[in-house]
């Protein structure tokens, strides 16, 4: 029986250690340029890729660290640099996971390769699953894939919206729907190599935070991808939508649990993103708070600027333990039977975009101009309780977990 402890250990202190360091040296100093430029930060991701940390590799070893701390703690070093070039760096990842929670060795060993590239040319991957009328509301998607036998090849329409990566990815895992009577049980994800006809880029979006970070629509327009791009193939795709058929008729609550189960182990890596930006807004307040002076002592020295910055370190602390526990469980096949990964999502997301905005009112009209990053924080943070299911969605899977009631 392992002891009970709230350290990290040696390993996962050098690893941490090592991400902060790259976080400080490389990704900080890059973040106000990029986030003027609004473009993907290529230099900075090869950068990443030439010392390791964008890659598989790396990637994995964090996934599967036993303790389940791998994960959070990367994100919250490297997000705690920049949130914008961080998502460029990690969105490759949201993609690489479908394919590896989804996909055969053999798809594993062919796409995952071709979603990074290597140190000197490298790539990035897109996970394409939102669409215009399909936002939290995933079960109202409309993109079909339709099945050629003659060919053996799927052929995909519809249009994806919000893709991190999309348009300039070298690989796109769509998904799409199989079978419209089965709502999300009759979705499948495929693989949409860069180059497909009729694969395309719509417009990109111009964004309030997040700016290094590409986001854009997707638009696939009769595009015909071999049987091999269905990620797990297709006896595995007819045996589970039989098996969905056959549950839904039951009432599908196997089904709806184990969907259930993978959000709930995903969401708590958002919260850690959250919690490194609240972490670097709050750093920045604290030293501001120390070495600004009014009425001929530091500010921090008002008890009102001190008790804000004692609520924000607090917030800040009791996100990292939901975030960590709900990463432990995920790891030890605990069952969330309080949700407690869309918990620690809820209250990470919201507790950065409190803290962000209390660190401008720290730096006063500095706070609110661009030669302070705190500023830039406050718009990167509204992204999380929008993306990977929004603040209210939470609430809901909260709700209904506790309430017993099903999670469509
Ligand atoms: C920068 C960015 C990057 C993204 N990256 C990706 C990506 O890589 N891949 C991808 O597939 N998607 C991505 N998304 C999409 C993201 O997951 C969706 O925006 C999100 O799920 C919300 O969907 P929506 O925008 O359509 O909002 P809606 O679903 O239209 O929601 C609008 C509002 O209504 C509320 N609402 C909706 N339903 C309910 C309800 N039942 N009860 C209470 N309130 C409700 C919501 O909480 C929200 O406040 C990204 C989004 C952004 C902004």
Redesign the pocket.
């Known amino acids: 029986m392992a002891e009970f402890t709230m350290e990290l250990n040696d390993e996962q202190k050098e690893v941490r250690d090592w991400l902060h360091g790259f976080a400080a040296d490389v990704i900080r100093p890059a973040a106000s340029e990029w986030d003027e430029r609004e473009e993907t930060p290529w230099p900075v991701i090869q950068e990443a890729a030439k010392v390791g940390i964008y890659s598989l590799d790396f990637y994995a070893q964090q996934y599967f660290d036993p303790t389940g701390l791998g994960i959070p703690m990367a994100m919250e070093e490297l997000f705690w640099g920049d949130a914008g070039i961080a998502l460029s760096i990690v969105g490759t990842g949201?993609a690489a996971v479908g394919v590896l929670a989804n996909g055969t060795e053999e798809q594993i060993g062919t796409w995952i390769p071709q979603m990074y590239g290597d140190a000197g040319d490298v790539k990035v991957a897109?996970?394409?699953?939102?669409e215009p009328d399909a936002?939290?509301?995933v079960a109202s998607m409309r993109t079909r894939a339709e099945y050629d036998e003659a060919k053996d090849e799927w052929v995909i329409n519809g249009t994806k919206t919000?893709?991190?990566n999309g348009g300039i990815a070298n690989v796109h895992v769509v998904v799409a729907v199989v079978d419209p009577e089965l709502g999300s049980k009759g979705h499948a994800s495929f693989i949409v190599p860069a180059g497909t006809p009729g694969l395309a880029q719509g417009q990109k979006f111009k964004?309030h935070g997040?700016r290094a970070s590409h986001?854009a629509e997707v638009v696939l327009d009769n595009v015909r991808v071999p049987g091999s791009c269905l990620l797990g193939g297709k006896e595995k795709l007819d045996e589970r939508l039989a098996r969905a058929r056959e549950k839904a008729k039951q009432g599908g609550e196997r089904v709806k649990n184990a969907a259930m189960a993978t959000f709930e182990a995903s969401r708590p890596a958002v919260g850690a993103m959250a919690v490194g930006t609240a972490r670097a807004a709050y750093e920045v307040a604290l030293d501001y708070a120390k070495t600004r002076e009014q009425f001929g002592r530091p500010i921090i020295d008002n008890q009102g600027v001190a008790f804000q910055l004692a609520d924000m370190r607090t917030s800040i602390d009791a996100a990292r333990l939901l975030v960590w526990r709900a990463s432990w469980m995920a790891v030890n096949g605990r069952p969330f039977t309080a949700a407690e990964g869309s918990m620690s999502k809820l209250f990470a997301s919201e507790t950065a975009k409190k803290v962000t905005g209390q660190a401008i009112q720290i730096l006063g009209g500095n706070g609110y101009t661009r030669e302070y990053p705190v500023e830039r924080m406050h718009r990167d943070a509204a992204?999380y309780t929008?993306?990977?299911?929004?603040?209210?969605?939470q609430r809901?899977v909260i709700a209904r977990t506790l309430a017993g009631t099903p999670i469509r």
């Open positions: 949201l897109a996970f394409c699953s939102s936002g939290s509301d919000w893709a991190t964004k997040i986001t992204i929008i993306f990977e299911g929004t603040s209210e969605i809901l």
